[in-house]
């Protein structure tokens, strides 16, 4: 086996599912892209404003000459699209039981952490066969990830953008190692989006405004990890979204028998919680134990009390529990953070059928 194969099979042996190589050209389609979006004010607050950086590898490291691309699945229970919670006011079993969804990434321990100890332990096995230097990229927005992913063959852009391979769907977490040296890079995906639609049609804020088109201040992966207070015209289509949503992924016909991957570092019992009481009145211990481990902790504990307090103020009327929400949402309104008490005012008018 040659150095590319090895490296695909250490990756491999580590947990890092796919692994793929793509020469660190200039990505010029996606500079287009990026000009024009931040043109229109589409580009999310979350991710690199300097396009000539994202798109120039060679800014980023000098004498840049590959991209290595990984995804690693977190599907951690197998996807079934009737289970999918619907996030309207018409999913009552859900708000029923008091609890909230939380977008499947983020119930399990923080990617970044786990990805980037891996993308350091390949580089050590490359550099222990040829020398090299290195740099590491998980999610930081500074390389064009999903376009890395689909130069070096790890899969396609499916018209909600984001990154599907053929095995584990869109399930993945993406990481790359850029390096100097140069590797015979892979052949791009083929394109296997259906162009259905049904992924722009699920979208509840309209945040996919066209296929391939998204406006993140739309979107409730971007709101519900916003640190103001939730935009009105968002908080009832909030529904039950805890943290971020998995809807137009839900919605992809890619996604519906994927493998799950089964790997030791994300454990289907990580004990997120989503019972909307124990959330919205949340202390300062339970988040460190609970979310501070999860890439739902980076936003801080007031992030999810806000949203839970949201999600309570969408209870369906005549709940049995109606009474021990209202103590709470009164208890709320006199909390030391200014955010929490306008959301739990929302919320006890919305529940009281004031709005
Ligand atoms: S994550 Fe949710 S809100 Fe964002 S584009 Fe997809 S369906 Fe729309
Ligand atoms: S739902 Fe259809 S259009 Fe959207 S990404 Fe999946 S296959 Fe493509």
Partial sequence: MGLKEDIKKFAEDIGLDVAGFASAEPFLEEKKILEQKKEKGLLSPFEEQDIELRCYPERLLPGAKTIICFAMGYLIKPYRPEETGRRDEGDKSVLKHLHGRISRYAMVKDYHCVMIDKLKAVA??????????????????????????????????????????????????????????EFEPDKPAPD???????CV???????????FQINPQRCLSYITQMRSSIPEEFRRTM??????????????????????????????????????MELAAMGKGNFEKIFKPTAAGWRGRNVLRRNAICVLGNMVKGETDKEKIILLLKKLMDDPSEVIREQAEWSMARITGLI
């Fill in 201 to 211: 049609k699920s979208c509840p804020t309209g945040a996919l405004m066209a296929p």
């Fill in 124 to 181: 050590e096995f490359i550099s222990e066969r040829k020398r090299g230097r290195f740099k590491f990229f998980v999610d930081t927005g500074a390389l064009p990830d999903r376009a890395a992913a689909r130069r070096a063959g790890i899969g396609w852009i499916g018209e909600n953008t984001c990154l599907f391979t053929q095995e584990l769907g869109s399930w993945v977490f993406l990481g790359e190692i850029l390096t100097d040296i």
């Fill in 192 to 198: 296997l989006c259906d162009h259905c639609g049904r």
């Fill in 239 to 276: 529904g039950n979204s805890i943290f971020g949503c998995d809807t137009c992924q839900e919605a992809c016909p890619h996604n519906d028998s994927v493998r799950i991957p089964h790997h030791p570092e994300f454990v289907p019992d990580m004990p997120a919680i989503t019972n909307l």
